[in-house]
């Protein structure tokens, strides 16, 4: 399990890693029968459990089957705005591309590791997010132009490698075409 101690920005109502820890647990939805989780929760004092209930960010089912903890909307809310950047990337991506050896390349795997990834680049910057679709953009249409789409990279790789920085060289390089008697110099 991995903590994202941007929910600490986004979700001022934590008061201590415990919280954290319980909030990512919910979020996950990574309430299973797990020892290591369960020794997890067991560090969590019910005191902290129910300051997150009342300040609406989960709620608390009791049943015959035990206890399930749900997000509430207000926790979606305040966690939404990123996610919102990344699904607009997400659409932008390539779903699969045809690899030259006839097989069918998926490209939007890894989602979860892809949006933290993509959230650590972009920070806050809308900016940033309209340059990374920009760069994407550019790229899918320049790959189907020369036929080169199979050689797309998947989307972790996109976003590990910083392939939009290699693209910014290219939107930047703007062929300037000179014409004399019938000839185009580039």
């Given at each position: ?46 005191e ?16 015959s ?37 006839g ?51 998947t ?12 693209i910014?060289?290219q ?16």
């Amino acid at each position: 399990m991995e903590l994202d101690t941007a929910l600490l920005d986004k979700i001022p109502e934590i008061k201590s890693i415990n919280q954290l820890v319980f909030i990512t647990l919910v979020l996950n939805d990574n309430q299973t029968k797990n020892q290591d989780i369960h020794k997890l929760l067991s560090l969590v004092s019910e005191e902290e459990i129910l300051d997150l209930q009342g300040k609406e960010l989960i709620s608390i089912d009791n049943s015959s089957e035990g206890t399930i903890v749900h997000k509430t909307h207000k926790l979606d809310n305040l966690i939404k705005e990123d996610k919102s950047l990344f699904d607009q990337f997400y659409e932008e991506f390539p779903v699969y591309v045809m690899r030259p050896d006839g097989t069918k390349g998926f490209l939007r795997a890894n989602i979860n590791k892809c949006r933290k990834e993509y959230n650590r680049i972009i920070g806050k910057s809308k900016a940033m997010h309209e340059h990374l679709l920009k760069c994407l953009r550019f790229e899918i249409q320049n790959k189907m132009i020369t036929g080169k789409l199979g050689y797309m990279k998947t989307m972790w790789k996109w976003l590990t490698q910083h392939e939009w920085e290699a693209i910014e060289d290219q939107i930047n390089e703007q062929p300037v075409t000179y014409n004399s008697y019938g000839t185009s110099i580039l």
